[in-house]
């Protein structure tokens, strides 16, 4: 039923307030969301790298735990689509834009002032891309992989609604109904609202840089805003189409695009070299997991500012996305098992990202050390189109790469609309246009806003605010899940399994003339089950 509840009332209200403080009062948004963002980074980073680190060793849990084979839906219920539909919509939902803003600027960026150590060296080079698959790898798509399992399962095996707080009943039980509950999917909004906010702050400033850097076009906030305001149109006409139609059309699309730039810019640029650095930089980042994971640089305050300023920052982003990424994964993975859901949404993207960071990282490093490229001394937007200006092809490249920029960016966008409404209509799978399409020009007008009053730096305080509170609304999400798997009849399940495969091959073989068949293993079983089954009636 598309029933609009308190939660999209309470939460546009809200909306409108912060939207309203923004242009009456810009300095005073500025300020409070500076402070906000100095606080918390200074006293609960640690928290974002200890939660973070939770969700990768839980999420790494339930792949091998007994609960793997546990469905997210009714044990009879297939997978909605195709497997390789399915990664390319969690994957262009999950960092379309991100992967290209940040995917040979971040590398460079680590290599010229690494985490620790003298920069501008081959060795702060191959630590810098440690530190970027760290902050876009296995504990990102854990944190998102957690979140989604979680609303798949309560959706679509145990009826609820598809919101936050409908994941928290285990713990909460009938306050999830309440303020309480309300209180969790407002939470979880806002922090999707800012989360995508940055992330279409970050494609309209590239697509400005790429056509700045191309075409000479002025490199201002007024044509992001052009940029903006167009795409906004574009992903709310997609939006309003369905998540069958213009978000599952665009996503295949983006994907064919990413793997052909993918493709071509790894044959163009030097093949020996990336593949030598992947796997070197591979090798170190899986060695060094923990170690990374944990470090906070508490003796060297410039090495402890790098930690807030990059890993501490991306852990936050994952966070806040994850309320949007888990519930757009979680719509389209109904009929998955627990653990072929974990491996493929942990897995595949972080194997991806490394890929993608590897090559293009790569190739950025190398004409940046051994050609003298000035790659480094460009901005984050324009890096990217800097590299391609050292290829063959560069105008090609640079073209695919804008449409790509801008493909993501409506993705994104509408993924982020429909979610937003799910989020405020109890969970209906096809929420009204009206609520996607307020909340799309919300999304608009928060990006806009931040972006007017600090650029970069002014989205990014959003999201380390937004993300505190949903990360103890997350880490409840986990206990909650648990104490719900724990209520699975798993064990009868599989001894009914296996008693059918005995019974089959008894079957088969008394067909085939064999009647000295053992019946010890069949009745052992079989005792087995009716003690279990009577217990399972008892709890």
Same mark, same amino acid.
């Given at each position: 039923m598309k029933k609009v509840t308190y939660v999209?009332?309470?939460?546009?209200?809200?909306?409108?307030?912060?939207?309203?403080?923004?242009?009456?009062?810009?300095e005073n948004i500025t300020n409070v969301m500076a402070s906000s963002n100095a606080f918390l980074l200074d006293k609960f980073g640690w928290f974002y790298l200890l939660a973070a680190f939770f969700f990768l060793v839980f999420a790494i849990y339930l792949i091998f735990s007994k609960y793997g084979s546990v469905k997210l839906g009714k044990d009879e219920d297939q997978p909605e689509y195709s497997r390789a539909?399915?990664?390319?919509?969690?994957?262009?939902? /999950?960092? /379309?834009?991100?992967?290209?803003?940040?995917?040979?600027?971040?590398p460079i960026a680590h290599m010229t002032n690494p985490p620790f150590g003298e920069g501008g060296t081959t060795e702060s080079a191959m630590v810098g891309l440690q530190y970027t698959y760290l902050n876009w790898g296995l504990h990102a798509w854990a944190i998102y992989a957690v979140v989604a399992l979680a609303l798949a399962y309560f959706k679509f095996r145990k009826d609820a609604p598809g919101i936050m707080s409908a994941t928290l009943y285990p713990i909460l039980g009938e306050k999830t109904k309440g303020p309480i509950g309300i209180t969790v999917d407002i939470i979880a909004v806002f922090a999707t609202v800012f989360g995508v906010a940055a992330s279409l702050?970050?494609?309209?400033? #590239? =697509?400005?840089?790429?056509?700045?850097?191309?075409?000479? =076009?002025?490199?201002?906030?007024?044509?992001?805003?052009?940029?903006i305001l167009i795409t906004t149109v574009l992903f709310i006409i997609s939006a309003s189409t369905g998540i069958n139609k213009g978000i599952k059309y665009l996503s295949n699309a983006n994907m064919g695009l990413a793997v052909v730039l993918f493709i071509t810019f790894l044959l163009l640029g030097p093949l020996e070299f990336v593949i030598s650095l992947l796997m070197t930089t591979t090798g170190g980042y899986l060695q060094n997991l923990p170690m990374m994971s944990f470090r906070m640089a508490p003796f060297n305050q410039e090495n402890a500012s790098w930690v807030q300023n990059w890993t501490i920052f991306f852990f936050a982003w994952w966070i806040a996305w994850a309320p949007f990424v888990g519930t757009f994964i979680a719509r389209i993975s109904?009929?998955?098992?627990?653990?072929?859901? =974990?491996?493929?949404?942990?897995?595949?993207?972080? $194997?991806?990202c490394i890929l993608w960071f590897g090559v293009f990282g790569g190739t950025g490093i190398y004409y940046e050390l051994f050609q003298g490229a000035n790659i480094a001394g460009q901005s984050l937007e324009t890096a990217l189109f800097a590299t391609f200006n050292e290829m063959p092809g560069s105008a090609i490249l640079s073209t695919i790469s804008i449409i790509l920029?801008?493909?993501?960016?409506?993705?994104?966008?509408?993924?982020?609309?429909?979610?937003?409404?799910m989020q405020t209509t109890n969970g209906s799978l096809h929420p009204p246009n009206f609520v996607k399409i307020s909340w799309g020009l919300?999304?608009?007008?928060?990006?806009?806003?931040?972006?007017?009053?600090?650029?970069?730096?002014?989205?990014?305080?959003? =999201?380390?605010?937004?993300?505190?509170?949903?990360?103890?609304?997350?880490?409840?999400?986990?206990?909650?899940?648990?104490?719900?798997?724990?209520?699975?009849?798993?064990?009868?399940?599989?001894?009914?399994?296996?008693? $059918?495969?005995?019974? #089959?091959?008894?079957?088969?073989?008394?067909?085939?003339?064999?009647? #000295?068949?053992?019946?010890?293993?069949?009745?052992?079983?079989?005792?087995?089950?009716?003690?279990?089954?009577?217990?399972?009636?008892?709890?």
């Open positions: 999209y009332w309470i939460g546009m209200a809200i909306a409108v307030i912060f939207v309203t403080w923004g242009v009456v009062f810009p539909t399915w990664i390319a919509m969690l994957f262009s939902a /999950g960092m /379309g834009i991100g992967l290209l803003f940040y995917g040979i600027s971040e702050g970050l494609g309209a400033a #590239q =697509i400005n840089g790429g056509l700045s850097y191309l075409t000479g =076009i002025p490199n201002e906030f007024w044509i992001q805003i052009i940029i109904k009929g998955r098992t627990i653990r072929e859901f =974990i491996i493929v949404v942990m897995i595949v993207p972080t $194997a991806v920029i801008a493909t993501f960016f409506v993705t994104s966008a509408d993924s982020a609309t429909f979610v937003l409404g919300f999304l608009t007008a928060s990006a806009l806003i931040l972006m007017g009053r600090g650029g970069l730096a002014g989205l990014q305080t959003a =999201i380390i605010v937004s993300a505190l509170p949903l990360t103890l609304v997350l880490l409840m999400m986990s206990i909650a899940i648990l104490k719900a798997l724990g209520k699975e009849p798993v064990e009868i399940k599989k001894l009914e399994k296996k008693l $059918a495969k005995i019974r #089959q091959k008894r079957k088969k073989n008394q067909l085939e003339g064999n009647f #000295q068949t053992e019946f010890g293993e069949e009745h052992d079983i079989e005792a087995k089950l009716k003690e279990l089954k009577r217990k399972w009636k008892d709890k």
